[in-house]
């Protein structure tokens, strides 16, 4: 399903792709020999969230390590066409993890304060979906905890966040905060609404950010 995505991206061949985390289910050398291998089949470049099941639910200095000697940073920012992209590890959101997690934090909050200033829009990738169905529910396993979620949204609310786009869920999940898209979109492996499997593409201009749904064709 995945070697069947890339062929459709490449026939849409847009400036670049994202996944938005659980690269693989077993963070295994197998495991992330097969991902590589495909995702080396992309005609563009192609930017990785760390997810769960990259990283862990609780990252720890071996999860940590393994991720970013295989695959990369866990988390970076990038410009494209004037546009700020900003990937994060959201599972140091999510658990408060020695040393990285603060780190994470800080990182964030300056570049995000940085790409803000250009008062061009950003756009904020990560794993987990800030909120699901609404802004103060319980936190629980597919969600941010109640404060991070509060102070993140906060914070794309001051720095021109145009939206925030997210995985995890395996459904999906479409939310507006105070003109902050929240998009957690379809997966290509396996959906649990009924959804099909597929991809979202994201049309970008000056003020204006639209997504399309493109099933698999399986």
Not at 57 to 82: A, E
Not at 103 to 121: C, I, M, N, P, V
Not at 129 to 143: G, H, M, R, T
């Amino acid at each position: 399903m995945f070697e069947q995505a890339v062929k459709q991206i490449n026939e849409l061949n847009p400036d670049f792709v994202v996944i938005c985390g659980d690269l693989v289910n077993q963070p295994d050398a197998a495991s992330y020999a097969d991902f590589l291998k495909v995702r080396k089949k992309f005609n563009m470049p192609c930017y990785c969230v760390a997810g769960n099941h990259d990283v862990q639910r609780v990252p720890t200095d071996t999860s940590l390590t393994c991720y970013r000697k295989t695959i990369g940073k866990d988390y970076y920012s990038f410009r494209h066409k004037g546009y700020t992209f900003i990937v994060t590890n959201t599972q140091l959101w999510n658990e408060e993890v020695k040393n990285e997690s603060v780190k994470h934090d800080q990182w964030f909050k300056k570049t995000l304060a940085a790409a803000g200033k250009r008062k061009s829009s950003v756009f904020v990738m990560g794993h987990s979906p800030v909120y699901i169905s609404e802004v103060d529910e319980k936190p629980a396993y597919f969600n941010f905890p109640s404060e991070k979620r509060k102070e993140v949204l906060e914070l794309f609310k001051a720095n021109h966040v145009a939206a925030y786009l997210s995985g995890h869920a395996h459904k999906l999940v479409l939310n507006d905060y105070q003109g902050v898209q929240l998009v957690s979109c379809e997966a290509t492996s396996k959906n649990l609404d009924d959804r099909p499997l597929g991809f979202r593409v994201w049309d970008v201009s000056p003020g204006k950010a639209s997504h399309r749904f493109v099933p698999l064709e399986l």
